[in-house]
């Protein structure tokens, strides 16, 4: 069992940065595949950016490379067992609910499909001000 709680969200203006954490409890988070996705209202939800059990393996959203850089601290002691969203050039369209989500297993193609993952965090809300 994995529990996700997502913090960092907020109000900033074009062009500004955030950073998202997902802060992630059980001991077995290292083996773990995290993704980020967000949803805006009315939207689907929409892939943002992933990264693999080891973090050798990334990928990202058209929308969002060269922006956004996901990262990941696999503490052994589990004291910091976090997924990190550093999203960099924000502009209005990046305003959304972000969500962290993990999943056991996944190649880098399921990685943009929300069902493939087993375990979400409730989100946090980012809004880009024009």
């Known amino acids: 069992q994995v529990q996700l709680v997502e913090s960092g969200g907020g109000l900033v203006q074009t062009g500004g940065s955030l950073r998202l954490s997902c802060a992630a409890s059980?001991?077995?988070?290292?083996?773990?595949?995290m993704g980020w996705f967000r949803q805006a209202p009315g939207k689907e939800r929409e892939f943002v950016a992933f990264?693999?059990?080891?973090?050798?393996?990334?990928?990202?959203?058209?929308s969002v490379k060269g922006r956004f850089t996901i990262s990941r601290d696999n503490a052994r002691d589990n004291a910091k067992n976090t997924v990190y969203l550093q999203m960099n050039s924000l502009k209005p369209e990046d305003t959304a609910v972000y969500y962290c989500?993990?999943?056991?297993?996944?190649?880098?193609?399921?990685?943009?499909?929300?069902?493939?993952?087993?375990?979400w965090g409730q989100g946090t809300q980012v809004t880009v001000s024009s």
């Open positions: 989500a993990a999943a056991i297993r996944l190649t880098t193609s399921q990685a943009i499909s929300p069902p493939e993952y087993d375990y």
């Open positions: 059980g001991r077995t988070f290292s083996r773990y595949a």
């Open positions: 990264i693999s059990w080891s973090g050798g393996t990334t990928s990202y959203g058209d």
